[in-house]
């Protein structure tokens, strides 16, 4: 008569009592691969799903698929002229140190055309933020923030937008 177990059949009278159910701490005698061995097809398989895991996610951010998308729209835009750039150290007051650029901006909303101007300054902390302002055709002004350096803040790229843009003590749109 021939039993079958989960891994052989067999005859019954063909193995030892102790064989004849195959249970897995028997796999060894029944399979010919001993329990180290076993343990370290059990690690490099371990490992083996660790690495795929890392593969995906890499594969993941080259797809684009932890991309930011207000980065994404700022890097798709169509470039329009620079008013400049301004670097703020910690404490300055954008309307003492970037006068010339506002001008250039306030000249842009008046003549109908369009800019851009990119501020930078740092946090608290002396982590870099940069906003990135811009005057479109339409005399609306858009306002790109990019806080990926800031260490305490969501390391992420911002919008805001004002369609009828009011020139104060500092350039703003409400939030």
Request: aromatic content about 6%; overall charge neutral; hydrophobic content about 35%.
């Amino acid at each position: 008569m021939r039993a079958k177990t989960g891994l052989l059949v067999h005859a019954d009278n063909d193995l030892p009592k102790q064989l004849q159910r195959v249970r897995p701490a028997h796999l060894a005698r029944t399979t010919g691969r001993s329990r180290a061995r076993r343990r370290c097809v059990a690690a490099v398989s371990v490992r083996a799903r660790l690495a795929a895991v890392a593969a995906t996610s890499l594969l993941a951010a080259g797809c684009g698929m932890l991309d930011d998308p207000v980065k994404d729209r700022w890097e798709s835009r169509t470039e329009y002229p620079s008013c400049g750039e301004v670097g703020l150290a910690q404490g300055e007051e954008i309307q003492k140190q970037a006068a010339r650029e506002i001008d250039c901006l306030r000249r842009a909303l008046k003549s109908g055309e369009s800019a851009e101007l990119k501020i930078t300054y740092p946090t608290v902390e002396g982590d870099p933020i940069r906003e990135y302002y811009r005057l479109t055709p339409q005399g609306r002004l858009e306002v790109y923030t990019d806080s990926t350096d800031d260490h305490y803040s969501d390391q992420k790229w911002s919008f805001a937008e004002c369609y009828t843009p009011e020139w104060l003590a500092e350039i703003s749109c409400d939030q």
